[in-house]
């Protein structure tokens, strides 16, 4: 036999992030597979469309609301169907039998989709209004408001075992959590509305037509990080209960 | 290389014990096999040792440290195939195993190689929805090699195989174990434990009964006798003979010297039989 060493092996420079952008990657590499680009070419396309239908006056409006709705919270639902599908083909346990970290998994899929709304959300913004100015509140915006909602979309997903089972409980959760959209359809306000992440991505998307005071934009991007780290928790810990099998007496690794 | 004493494991919500103090050591370059039927407590042994469950009693020391205070790095140093060959089946082989290589922070095998082990070089860019589930028992083990761990974990490493693929995979196993890497089967099949095994633990009720080489369980359990079937003009007799004496066995010598002998086998246990009689279980 040969008598080799048993410690563990070093590990190559700069493995950790390696392994996330290569996660990254493979997680986009993914949705392109499950046609999830060519799906949001066509519905982008259509907003498009809508968009240069609509008199000026309205476009503003819209394109705020559709941002908001759609390619910002398009995490949101495809990250449970990413979820769901993962779960269906039983490759969890094999991912998490590598160095690939609860964490970086999630970064990955949260970054990832992220990549899609963004992509999504300038391509409509940029084919009605142009680059301008105003452009890195916009960028911001979606970007803090889509990694909360795949965030939390996560930990719906993991909790659920069928698509039907998604689908039921996303319609609670992003009821409440877009209830600010009341303000801006000037249906209802409410000062609680400030608590809302919601309320911080409204704004910075609004205040690319209506330009914002610092104190708000602080306010806006304060309050969707600070959203940010909750729903990371809370994703982290669905994961550690519901895939990792911490209720089954799982890991905590 | 695998030093467990008293491991006890109890699944939440459950009154009793899984695992009820466990004990065995396996030393490094060894290929060990878990035996025993369905909710035995082999698989909850195994997602120990593999990390995936943290609630346990008792101490698991693995390479020389508490498996508690191994980080994520444990994982460059094992591989494991899981039972069910799972894989993300809108990905080709090749594509996958792409994917799972990214996820290892130390040098990798190639791809490609791997595949042509196992004789799968040819359906390397063939989507894994595709693949039979030989197929994938094969790329499943792909898998577990392809960052060259230092401990292998199998659960049913045969099964689903053909002969011709099955006698594969117990050579690339017995070719690892020459290498020095550490083996750790979880199986029913008696015959892949009989055949690779280095030693064999029982494990009935989360209790193990019996831990040691195959073939000194079957010399120390079994009969120490032949039996003999020898043609008596057309008829077919059989005869028993005890080893002991055999070689002054008047009756025996002439059966020897007649050519009427057509089979001779030792009345060793089998593994299934040993089973049965340490345990009261079969294997299912």
């Given at each position: 036999?040969?008598?080799?060493?048993?410690?563990?092996?070093?590990?190559?420079?700069?493995?950790g992030?390696?392994?996330?952008?290569?996660?990254?990657?493979?997680?986009?590499?993914?949705?392109?597979?499950?046609?999830?680009y060519?799906?949001?070419?066509?519905?982008?396309?259509a907003?498009?469309?809508?968009?240069?239908?609509?008199?000026?006056t309205?476009?503003?409006?819209?394109?705020?609301?559709?941002?908001?709705?759609d390619?910002?919270m398009?995490?949101?639902?495809?990250?449970?169907g990413?979820?769901?599908?993962?779960?269906?083909?039983?490759?969890?346990?094999?991912?998490?039998?590598?160095?690939?970290?609860?964490?970086?998994?999630?970064?990955?899929?949260?970054?990832?989709?992220?990549?899609l709304?963004?992509?999504?959300s300038l391509?409509?913004?940029?084919?009605?209004?142009?680059?301008?100015?105003?452009?890195?509140?916009?960028?911001?915006?979606v970007?803090?408001?889509?990694?909360?909602?795949?965030?939390?979309?996560?930990?719906?997903?993991?909790?659920?075992?069928?698509?039907?089972?998604?689908?039921?409980?996303?319609?609670?959760?992003?009821?409440?959590?877009?209830?600010?959209?009341?303000?801006?359809?000037?249906?209802?306000?409410?000062k609680?509305?400030?608590?809302?992440?919601?309320?911080?991505?409204?704004?910075?998307?609004?205040?690319?037509?209506?330009?914002?005071s610092?104190?708000?934009?602080?306010?806006?991007?304060?309050?969707?990080?600070?959203?940010i780290?909750?729903?990371?928790?809370?994703?982290?810990?669905?994961?550690?209960?519901?895939?990792?099998g911490?209720?089954?007496?799982?890991?905590?690794? | 290389?695998?030093?467990?004493?008293q491991?006890?494991?109890?699944?939440?919500?459950?009154?009793?014990?899984?695992?009820?103090?466990?004990?065995?050591?396996?030393?490094?370059?060894?290929?060990?096999?878990?035996?025993g039927?369905?909710?035995?407590?082999?698989?909850?042994?195994?997602?120990?040792l593999?990390?995936?469950?943290?609630?346990?009693?008792?101490?698991?020391?693995?390479?020389?440290?508490?498996?508690?205070?191994?980080?994520?790095?444990?994982?460059?140093?094992?591989?494991?195939?899981?039972?069910?060959?799972n894989?993300?089946?809108r990905?080709?082989?090749?594509?996958?195993?792409?994917?799972?290589?990214?996820?290892?922070?130390?040098?990798?095998?190639?791809?490609?190689?791997?595949?042509?082990?196992?004789?799968?070089?040819e359906?390397?860019?063939?989507?894994?929805?595709?693949?039979?589930?030989?197929?994938?028992?094969?790329?499943?083990?792909?898998?577990?090699?392809?960052?060259?761990?230092?401990?292998?974990?199998?659960?049913?490493?045969?099964?689903?195989?053909?002969?011709?693929?099955?006698?594969?995979?117990?050579?690339?196993?017995?070719q690892?174990?020459?290498?020095?890497n550490?083996?750790?089967?979880?199986?029913?099949?008696?015959?892949?434990a009989?055949?690779?095994?280095?030693?064999?633990?029982?494990?009935?009720?989360?209790?193990i009964?019996?831990?040691?080489?195959?073939?000194?369980?079957?010399?120390?359990?079994?009969?120490?006798?032949?039996?003999?079937?020898?043609?008596?003009?057309?008829?077919?007799?059989?005869?028993?003979?005890?080893?002991?004496?055999?070689?002054?066995?008047?009756?025996?010598?002439?059966?020897?010297?007649?050519?009427?002998?057509?089979?001779?086998?030792?009345?060793?246990?089998s593994?299934?039989?040993?089973?049965?009689?340490?345990t009261?279980?079969?294997?299912?």
């Open positions: 036999m040969n008598n080799k060493a048993i410690t563990l092996r070093p590990r190559l420079p700069y493995s992030v390696r392994r996330f952008f290569s996660s990254w990657r493979q997680d986009m590499k993914l949705q392109f597979r499950h046609h999830f060519s799906a949001y070419l066509l519905i982008s396309i907003y498009i469309i809508l968009l240069r239908m609509l008199p000026d309205y476009q503003a409006k819209l394109n705020v609301l559709l941002t908001f709705s390619p910002s398009l995490g949101f639902f495809f990250i449970g990413l979820i769901l599908l993962e779960k269906g083909q039983h490759i969890h346990d094999n991912l998490f039998v590598t160095p690939h970290s609860p964490a970086s998994y999630i970064w990955s899929k949260t970054i990832s989709l992220t990549c709304s963004l992509i999504s391509f409509i913004h940029i084919s009605t209004f142009g680059i301008h100015q105003r452009i890195g509140a916009f960028i911001a915006g970007t803090l408001t889509a990694v909360f909602f795949t965030l939390v979309g996560l930990g719906v997903a993991v909790r659920c075992h069928t698509i039907n089972g998604f689908f039921f409980s996303s319609v609670v959760y992003s009821t409440i959590l877009v209830l600010p959209v009341l303000e801006i359809l000037q249906v209802y306000t409410s609680l509305f400030l608590l809302f992440p919601a309320t911080g991505s409204l704004l910075l998307l609004t205040s690319v037509f209506e330009p914002i610092g104190a708000d934009s602080v306010y806006a991007v304060s309050s969707l990080l600070i959203w780290g909750i729903a990371f928790y809370w994703a982290y810990s669905s994961l550690q209960s519901n895939i990792l911490d209720a089954k007496g799982g890991r905590d690794a | 290389m695998i030093e467990v004493n491991l006890r494991f109890k699944y939440p919500r459950h009154k009793d014990f899984t695992l009820k103090g466990l004990d065995f050591h396996i030393p490094q370059g060894e290929i060990f096999g878990f035996l039927p369905s909710g035995a407590g082999k698989s909850t042994t195994q997602k120990i593999i990390g995936m469950l943290k609630r346990y009693e008792g101490s698991v020391r693995i390479m020389g440290k508490q498996l508690k205070d191994h980080g994520r790095d444990y994982y460059n140093a094992i591989g494991v195939a899981f039972e069910f060959p894989f993300y089946s990905f080709t082989a090749l594509e996958n195993l792409d994917l799972f290589r990214s996820l290892y922070d130390v040098k990798t095998e190639e791809p490609k190689k791997l595949l042509a082990r196992v004789s799968l070089e359906y390397g860019h063939m989507k894994v929805s595709d693949f039979s589930k030989g197929m994938k028992m094969r790329l499943n083990l792909c898998r577990a090699l392809m960052h060259r761990p230092d401990i292998l974990f199998l659960d049913e490493p045969t099964s689903g195989l053909d002969p011709v693929n099955a006698k594969t995979v117990k050579d690339i196993i017995l690892l174990k020459s290498l020095g550490t083996i750790i089967i979880t199986t029913h099949n008696m015959n892949v009989e055949e690779i095994c280095d030693r064999v633990a029982f494990i009935v009720d989360g209790e009964r019996l831990i040691d080489a195959p073939r000194a369980l079957k010399v120390r359990e079994g009969k120490k006798a032949v039996r003999l079937e020898y043609r008596e003009g057309t008829a077919l007799r059989q005869a028993d003979y005890q080893l002991e004496g055999i070689g002054d066995n008047e009756s025996f010598l002439r059966l020897l010297r007649n050519g009427s002998i057509e089979t001779i086998h030792t009345q060793e246990a593994l299934d039989q040993l089973f049965i009689q340490v009261g279980r079969t294997l299912t």
